[in-house]
């Protein structure tokens, strides 16, 4: 969430970023809206002080009256005194009705942009900033759907049969392979980059989700639990951002601690709504899959140099696979709600071309406004005022996605696939998976 405040101060400045972002009429209508609303409510805050001012220096006054024998003027300033209260009861229900309108006008606003953001309208605009291995000079090869279901090891028609659409089945080696890929991205992470482990909820109530962004704006995009979770509106977890992130909500953390690094492996629920084309069939777009998170919290002065950080731990994982890749800055009209600056990673598939695996953001204190994750620095020795922290994320990688590359890339002329020399450890010794002809 973006400081009211400063959306007051300078409102010009907020519809630039806005409109920068391609943000339609509507949401340039609610920057005024806020600004209304917040010199709205300075007005009254202004006036509630006076109110209380004045009945603290009456309240002196109607004592000494009493002492005095003026009783006659003190009942008179009593009633002023009484007057001042009734003003200030009602100014106390407009300020609550005005703030709540306010805090909801400000959760649907979209993060300002960093400055370094390139402009554009879409994915079409996105500046490429490097590439790692080698990359054909075009997508004709055979999809993950086909070698999968050779390998008899993904079987989405059966899946169908337990949970409708986009839900898929993976069989015997697939199975592992997947199970592989997660404990190699934990390892990875844990050991060689310094990330703490964490396993946290897949369920979680509706506040979480308004602390990273996903609410109040993207509802739809989630799987909503029809009965309350200990008593608020809970969700199935679209990603392990926001339990993580959430950690620390509502808490005034030692800034010496800084930075905090997790990394958290869980499955993940999105509705996919609307989703449609190339997309419905496989394992590229659906509605349960699994994921290695990566999650900082940090501060201000160093946000900018850990999201640079956060994008190589990330890198070296695809790099570790041996899987091309390139690394995308995302413009203006592209890059997500919450996020002031993304770096998209994303992964060369032989049948479709490079495909987005890991969204590597940096929010500033977007989220942290949301959730009151605050720091305390230390200057000279001495402790200062709380500060919003400042917090990044990205995929660690979509463990699903890494599968569909594998599969792809290392497809061999036989049929077979080759597995990895990184993952082979963690498959007991297989180096090649075999086409099978069982149910």
Known sequence: ????????????????????????????????????????????????????????????????????????????????????????????????????????????????????????????????????????????????????????????????????????VLKGPGAKLERALVNFFLDLHTEKHGYTELMVPYLVQDQALVGTGQLPKFGAEMFKLAEPLNGSEGYLIPTAEVPVTNLH?????????????????????????????????????????????????????????DHQTLVSDAESGLQALELPYRVMDLCAGDISFGAARCFDLEVWLPSQGFREISSCSHFGDFQARRMSLRY?????????????????????????????????NYVQADGSLRIPKVLVPYLGGLEVIEPTSGS
């Open 1 to 168: 969430m973006i400081d009211p405040n400063r959306i007051a101060e300078d409102p010009d400045l907020v519809k630039a970023h806005l409109r920068r972002r391609q943000a339609d009429d509507a949401v340039l209508a609610d920057i005024d809206r806020i600004v209304e609303a917040t010199h709205k409510r300075r007005g009254l805050v202004a006036e509630r002080d006076d109110l209380r001012a004045r009945r603290n220096a009456l309240s002196k006054e109607i004592g000494q009256l009493f002492k005095t024998g003026k009783g006659d003027e003190a009942e008179a300033k009593k009633a002023e005194v009484q007057a001042g209260n009734d003003r200030i009861a009602a100014i106390e229900a407009q300020l609550g009705t005005i703030e709540a309108e306010r805090e909801t006008l400000c959760l649907g606003i979209p993060n300002l942009l960093d400055d370094a953001v390139p402009d554009g309208k879409g994915e079409e605009d996105n500046v490429e900033v490097r590439r790692w291995g080698t990359v054909p000079d075009q997508a004709d090869g055979e999809s993950h759907v086909e070698i999968g279901t050779r390998l008899g090891i993904l079987d989405l028609e059966r899946a169908a049969k337990l949970s409708g659409a986009r839900f898929w």
């Open 249 to 305: 909500r509502e808490e005034i953390v030692a800034g010496e601690s800084l930075p905090y690094k997790y990394t958290a492996f869980t499955p993940c629920f999105r509705s996919e709504a609307g989703s449609a084309g190339r997309d419905v069939r496989g394992l590229i777009r659906v509605h349960q899959f699994h994921k290695v998170e990566l999650v900082w919290v940090t501060t201000p002065e160093r946000a900018a140099e």
């Open 376 to 408: 305390r620095p230390v200057t000279d020795g001495k402790k200062a005022k709380p500060k919003f922290a400042h917090t990044l994320n990205g995929s660690g990688l979509a463990v699903g996605r890494t599968l569909v590359a594998i599969l792809e």
